[in-house]
């Protein structure tokens, strides 16, 4: 039955909802980057704090989709180049994910908390919602340079051991029969 599944070619419809799949998750982890942009911004407006709202509206909204598309764009290659089955494809997503999370801490603490401290309004805010936050910059240069020490190994494996055609059919159809399972 395994035989039958690798040298089969992929039927229409199932390409179309890998795509489709594909097209969602890509939406989702760009709106996931923006989630404390977005909580950001509900709490501005709730506080009637626009002047932090304004000073950090554009460039956060740019550095969570600018962040969103790298990792999606890199996951992309990885996932062309081996599949989603191989440990790459799972090394690219967690070094994004590090040095991701390290990023925002780094961008929280660094720029956006002394913005808070300056808006009474928006620091009563918070306060009321029970929020402290204060991790210095320990902690997120950790994440960021775990992140991007995982980040360079897999640039390095995709120059180093492009794959094969061979290899990327054999991880597509291992990909077609999960899928069919």
């Known amino acids: 039955r395994r035989m039958e599944i690798i040298t089969m070619k992929p039927d229409e419809p199932l390409d179309q909802r890998r795509r489709g799949g594909k ?17 950001f911004v509900v709490i501005c407006l709730a506080a009637g704090a626009i002047e932090p709202l304004l000073e950090v509206a554009w460039p956060g909204l740019v550095l969570s989709l600018g962040t969103g598309v790298m990792s999606i764009v890199a996951a ?12 790459m ?7 994004f994910l590090l040095f991701s999370a390290g990023m925002l801490v780094f961008v929280l603490t660094v720029w956006i ?13 918070l306060q009321s919602l029970g929020s402290t936050f204060t991790p210095g910059t320990f902690l997120p240069s950790m994440l960021m340079t775990i992140g991007l020490v995982l980040l360079v190994r897999v640039a390095v494996n995709l120059i180093r051991n492009r794959p ?3 290899d990327r059919e054999a991880a597509r159809a291992t990909e077609i029969a999960d899928a069919k399972d």
Do not use: D
């Open 23 to 39: 097209m969602g998750g890509h939406v989702g982890g760009l709106i996931g980057c923006c989630g404390w942009w977005i909580s």
């Open 89 to 95: 494809f799972q090394t690219c997503l967690w070094g």
């Open 76 to 87: 992309e290659l990885v996932e062309r180049a081996w599949g989603r089955q191989h440990r």
């Open 113 to 125: 908390e002394p913005i808070i401290e300056r808006s009474p309004k928006l620091m009563n805010m």
């Open 164 to 166: 094969s055609e061979a």
